[in-house]
């Protein structure tokens, strides 16, 4: 009776999987109008350049380290597949409405509201993708032809010299082309009232549109005092004006990745004259050749080959096996499971759903406390941030220029830290009071030795591929990036030897990538440029100024760093804000001494508080997407708070005591 009551409960997480990857799909399947589901359609087909690329990295490691023959084609030839995939998942996430939006007023509008917001929005997308279609044209004038007029395609200046440069500034003028026209059709289907999450014949109210006449008459008088001034008005006012502006176009629900794209062309023509566009552009090229972060799309492909594969469910439940018996020990086989998934996936969105769908029923059917359940999943599936291989951190090395191997070094023990402060204060809460996480009945534990062995088998390939994917990087046997994608290779191996691999979850898998990477890194390419313009306009030496003759000792400006770090995770995505603070606060902390490498780990403890902080707390998000009916946002977010409290004590000890992150790479370095 117990193993039918078992065997139900895992058909019943299984049937709401399938349900939520049907939800999914069919909210990615749903474009507006022939030429989004056209965009959606390519696409599909698109995201088998991420295949390509990942087998022509694990082929340049093979023949390197095998055979001593490295190849002088791979290493530009992924970059070019990479880049092409970012630049079509701006179309792709575009058309399929995944963009990320984080508007006040957006989301708490619909009808006619909502359409004047939608028709508003596709406005300023149309400026900011002819304005990029204009810069990325002046690009491949001077890529694709001679100034006499005959044809001569750039090309890399490698010992293999290939024509890619030419390529991909085409694709970016091809890019913003196709965006300005989606934009054009989006503007025409808001207006109509059959776009997203729209309805017909109605009308916007007063309030709407007095709302949004003030916001216009906000931006018409920033934008007058920016057009008519420009540099007139010093980097000081610039500042403010730059920083409102971001706030503004913020509620009004454009997409993240486009206000910051656009507020660094406004400025750029502010500031230098519309013949500065291009240095958008080239901000645009120059970052989506940045071989670092083609390890994203890896650790991205991984984590969606895992989540549609059954090696997370079998690694959960051998470690119930092991913590089953003690009280809240279903809590803390949560967390361990958490860690194990995050060194394999390094994000943390599909670790808080899987977990949601697989951890929270059980606990809720033993009885626990509610809250208790709920913070669990959130803080533990967030640990990605953390446990290496952290895409933050690859994120931050990029644009810190710091060594990605010495972060993963530095961030294990405050990672591993910080998860054993979460066990210590369930363990302590169930023991204190027995009823918080009743342990699992003796009959649900008694299951035959041989079920018991096929459990513990099931931690075998999870574990060889996090075993592989960070050995390899420490054992100088590959970089990061391909370390990432012999991961990839990794978790298809093991998907293979379950008997799981099916061209659905080959196809999905790609599919989500795409999608996802479009996400981050179009969020990323609007950033890179505001950053660039900012510091071109004097910003970095502005604020660098401002701070370094403060009079504040280090530590209170380290504090400070935290602070705004703290205030924009309320706000903004992680992405977003590392790339728009950090080439800013890092020289920063240089100049002062400081090792950026401890204050790469600050940064991800603190994206850590950010996950799960009101008002925009992803963690809480993803959880609600499979949570029960009954748990609503604010029973969650309230769940929250003591973790949210574990965390930030966790990021002091790092804050005061730096050895606690600097030990291990000192010591791997012989320091």
């Not at 996480?437 to 931690?459: Q, T, Y």
Request: charged letters at 10%; a neutral charge; hydrophobic letters at 55%.
């Amino acid at each position: 009776m117990v193993q039918h009551e078992t065997a139900m409960t895992e058909a019943e997480v299984d049937a709401q999987l399938e349900a939520l990857k049907k939800v999914h799909e069919e909210d990615s399947a749903g474009p507006q109008n022939a030429l989004d589901r056209g965009i959606v359609t390519v696409g599909t087909a698109f995201s088998f350049l991420f295949a390509i690329a990942t087998v022509i990295s694990l082929y340049e490691i093979v023949v390197r380290y095998f055979f001593n023959a490295p190849t002088i084609w791979a290493h530009e030839t992924v970059i070019a597949l990479i880049a092409a995939c970012y630049l079509y998942g701006g179309m792709q996430c575009l058309a399929a409405d995944k963009h990320i939006r984080i508007g006040l007023i957006y989301f708490g509008t619909s009808g006619g509201t909502r359409r004047l917001l939608d028709v508003v929005n596709g406005l300023l997308a149309l400026f900011f993708a002819v304005a990029i279609a204009y810069a990325a044209y002046t690009m491949v004038e001077k890529s694709w032809w001679t100034p006499q007029g005959d044809v001569r395609l750039e090309r890399s200046g490698s010992a293999w010299n290939p024509i890619t440069p030419a390529i991909i500034k085409m694709m970016l003028l091809i890019t913003a082309i196709v965006l300005a026209v989606q934009s054009l059709g989006h503007i025409w289907t808001a207006w109509k009232g059959t776009g997203y999450r729209q309805s017909a014949g109605e009308t916007p109210s007063k309030w709407a549109i007095i709302g949004i006449g003030v916001v216009f008459a906000i931006l018409t008088v920033g934008g007058y005092l920016l057009f008519s001034e420009g540099r007139n008005l010093g980097i000081q006012t610039g500042s403010l004006l730059l920083v409102g502006s971001i706030m503004v176009l913020i509620l009004t629900g454009i997409p993240l990745a486009f206000v910051t794209g656009l507020i660094a062309i406004l400025f750029t023509i502010a500031w230098f004259g519309p013949s500065g566009v291009p240095l958008v552009s080239s901000r645009i090229y120059s970052f989506v050749n940045e071989y670092v972060l083609v390890a994203i799309p890896m650790f991205v492909l991984m984590a969606s080959l895992l989540d549609r594969s059954g090696m997370a469910r079998d690694l959960y439940d051998a470690m119930r096996l092991v913590a089953g018996r003690i009280k809240g020990g279903v809590a803390v086989q949560t967390l361990v499971a958490a860690v194990f998934l995050a060194s394999i996936s390094g994000i943390i969105g599909g670790e808080i759903v899987l977990l949601g769908l697989i951890a929270l029923p059980q606990m809720l059917r033993l009885g626990y406390n509610r809250a208790l359940a709920i913070g669990t999943v959130c803080a533990g599936g967030s640990l990605g941030t953390m446990i290496p291989p952290s895409i933050v951190l690859i994120v931050y090395g990029l644009t810190a220029s710091v060594s990605i191997g010495d972060l993963f070094l530095a961030t294990v023990t405050p990672g591993l830290m910080l998860a054993s402060f979460y066990i210590i204060y369930i363990l302590i809460r169930c023991y204190a009071n027995p009823e918080m996480g009743p342990p699992i009945s003796d009959e649900e534990l008694n299951i035959p030795m041989a079920e018991k062995l096929r459990k513990m088998r099931g931690v075998i390939l999870p574990v060889g591929v996090a075993v592989t994917v960070l050995g390899s990087i420490y054992g100088g046997i590959a970089s990061v990036t391909e370390a990432a994608a012999m991961g990839v290779v990794g978790v298809f191996l093991s998907a293979a030897v379950r008997g799981e691999v099916t061209w659905i979850l080959i196809r999905d898998s790609l599919k989500q990538t795409l999608e996802t990477c479009g996400m981050i890194i179009w969020i990323g390419l609007g950033a890179a440029a505001l950053v660039g313009v900012y510091n071109l306009m004097g910003g970095n030496r502005f604020i660098e100024s401002t701070i370094l003759d403060s009079g504040a000792s280090p530590i209170v400006i380290v504090l400070i760093m935290m602070g705004i770090l703290v205030v924009l995770g309320l706000f903004m995505d992680w992405i977003g804000i590392a790339l728009l603070t950090m080439p800013i606060f890092v020289p920063i902390i240089i100049k002062l001494g400081m090792d950026p490498v401890w204050f790469g780990i600050l940064f991800a403890m603190n994206m850590q508080v950010s996950y799960l902080s009101p008002p925009f707390g992803p963690a809480a998000f993803y959880l609600k997407s499979v949570a029960p009916k009954d748990m609503s946002l604010s029973e969650i977010f309230r769940a929250l708070i003591p973790f949210i409290c574990i965390q930030v004590v966790a990021l002091a000890i790092v804050l005061f005591f730096p050895d606690v992150a600097l030990w291990l790479p000192n010591w791997v370095k012989g320091d």
